[in-house]
């Protein structure tokens, strides 16, 4: 049985854009999450359509907590464009 292998965050601004093999890892730390936040996003939205199913004439009343909180996830998340846009914008480089 192979123990699971911890990933480790790497930011664009603590590497060296030369060393390929630290670009990579920045890459990929930034991608995964980026995928985590999506998932959550739709997570909550798969719950808030539950709710509004389930709850009939009275969703407005009781999904309010929930649909405020998919608006800040929303909110909060903005678009999501990858790593490309902001490895080319860094400011640090």
Request: proline share 1%; net charge negative; glycine share 4%.
């Amino acid at each position: 049985m192979s123990a699971h292998k911890e990933n480790e965050l790497v930011s664009f601004d603590d590497i060296n854009y030369d060393n390929y093999e630290d670009l990579r890892k920045a890459q990929e730390s930034m991608l995964r999450e980026q995928w985590i936040r999506i998932n959550a996003l739709k997570v909550t939205r798969h719950a808030l359509e539950k709710c509004y199913k389930n709850k009939g004439v009275n969703h407005f009343e009781d999904c309010r907590d929930l649909a405020e909180k998919y608006m800040q996830m929303m909110d909060a998340q903005g678009r999501i464009e990858g790593f490309y846009g902001y490895q080319k914008n860094d400011p640090t480089k």
